[in-house]
């Protein structure tokens, strides 16, 4: 084994900002994909579209991953032992859980074969090409777990600077290909070439981040690419949301969309980042969008199934119906946390703590910073 590698330091603002990605997809689901606007007033119909954006919580959780996990893989690099403890750390963290829901899915939803073994091949985002309905959240699973197969044989093999050169190509190679999409009607961002520049795009802050660790930044740099991404993806969701699409445009504004998102998730990043510690960011340090941090994954993963167990057992909800609505809301969240916290303590951390007898050891120091990192 090679020596011991500098460890990480924790940002704990990046905790918050995946409790905030978890909260916005639960609030999507709960609150646009499930219903129909027309039925409500305009209390509900308010908070439908503001949930629409919650689907961005996804790309949040993309530009993160990316960030994380190449900064792990940038520390760890020097190691004998780097592809084998990467895979057994992707496979104790993600892998429990994830069979375990595939398992509830194959049990208790009908015709749900086709898209289990999809999953469990990790291909479920070209279910469409098969023909196959799919049900949850596993297409997101499957396109970071495509692109860090790669991924980490290109970390080990180039420098940070050559890094950052192959997260931008494949931040712009991504960028063109839905414009090529657009071009032709196609907007489906299932597939992992129209949607990994997120991924490439948390890898670009990870080598920056490196970087900021070895020399002294250059702050002024820093916050015009940082004001930059955020400036630049605020006026694309501005312009499209003044426009209405024909149904010929619909494909580039999604293309449009799409890419000013991951400039948005990747510049609030960096950000909080560049700031981190900082008085004024004490939301992104409260226990409470912590907490949600540390049960995101199971959220993630679990929440659309208690809603559509909630609404096959108590019926469709009522249109109009305020306590209903209030009731199903807050009812889901209530049995998403409890089964949170149950699969936390029962499934993910027991499995987590299996790293001690197949990871080479290292310093206790560094055990600590990545297991924190990666949860």
């Given at each position: 084994m090679g020596t011991s590698p500098r460890p990480l330091p924790h940002i704990r603002e990046l905790d918050a900002v995946r409790g905030l990605a978890a909260l916005m997809v639960f609030f999507h689901h709960l609150c646009f994909t499930s219903i129909d606007p027309a039925a409500w007033g305009r209390g509900i119909n308010l908070l439908y579209n503001i949930s629409g954006w919650g689907a961005y919580g996804v790309d949040l959780f993309f530009v993160l991953s990316g960030f994380l996990i190449t900064s792990l893989l940038i520390k760890d690099r020097v190691h004998t032992a780097y592809y084998r403890d990467f895979y057994w750390k992707r496979a104790l963290r993600i892998l429990p859980l994830y069979l375990l829901c595939l398992l509830g899915l194959l049990l208790f939803v009908r015709h749900s074969g086709s898209?289990?073994?999809?999953?469990?091949?990790?291909?479920?985002?070209f279910a469409w090409l098969f023909h196959v309905q799919a049900t949850g959240p596993f297409w997101t699973l499957a396109i970071e777990e495509q692109f860090y197969l790669l991924w980490p044989t290109v970390v080990r093999r180039r420098s940070v600077s050559e890094l950052r050169r192959w997260a931008v190509t494949i931040i712009l190679g991504c960028i063109l290909l839905r414009f090529i999409a657009a071009f032709f009607g196609h907007h489906n961002y299932f597939f992992t070439f129209f949607r990994c520049d997120g991924l490439a795009a948390?890898?670009?802050?990870?080598?920056?981040?490196?970087?900021?660790?070895t020399t002294p930044p250059n702050t002024l740099?820093?916050?015009?690419?940082?004001?930059?991404?955020?400036?630049?993806?605020?006026?694309?969701?501005?312009?499209?949301?003044?426009?209405?699409?024909?149904?010929?445009?619909?494909?580039?504004?999604?293309?449009?969309?799409q890419t000013a998102a991951a400039l948005l998730c990747a510049g609030a990043i960096a950000f909080l980042i560049a700031h981190s510690g900082k008085p004024w960011l004490g939301l992104f340090r409260s226990p409470l969008l912590i907490f949600f941090g540390l049960i995101s994954y199971a959220m993630y993963m679990t929440h659309i199934y208690i809603l559509l167990a909630y609404d096959h057992l108590r019926g469709p909800l009522l249109p109009g119906n305020l306590v209903s609505f209030a009731t199903r809301f807050f009812g889901v969240l209530a049995l998403t946390i409890l089964l949170c916290l149950l699969t936390r303590y029962l499934i993910e951390l027991p499995a987590i703590s299996l790293r001690r007898f197949v990871l080479t050891k290292p310093t206790p120091k560094a055990e600590i910073e990545s297991t924190l990192l990666t949860q």
């Open positions: 898209y289990v073994l999809l999953s469990a091949l990790f291909i479920s985002n948390g890898a670009l802050l990870a080598c920056w981040y490196e970087r900021r660790q740099r820093e916050h015009i690419a940082i004001g930059a991404a955020i400036l630049t993806g605020t006026f694309i969701f501005v312009v499209t949301s003044l426009y209405s699409p024909s149904p010929d445009a619909n494909a580039l504004f999604a293309a449009l969309n």
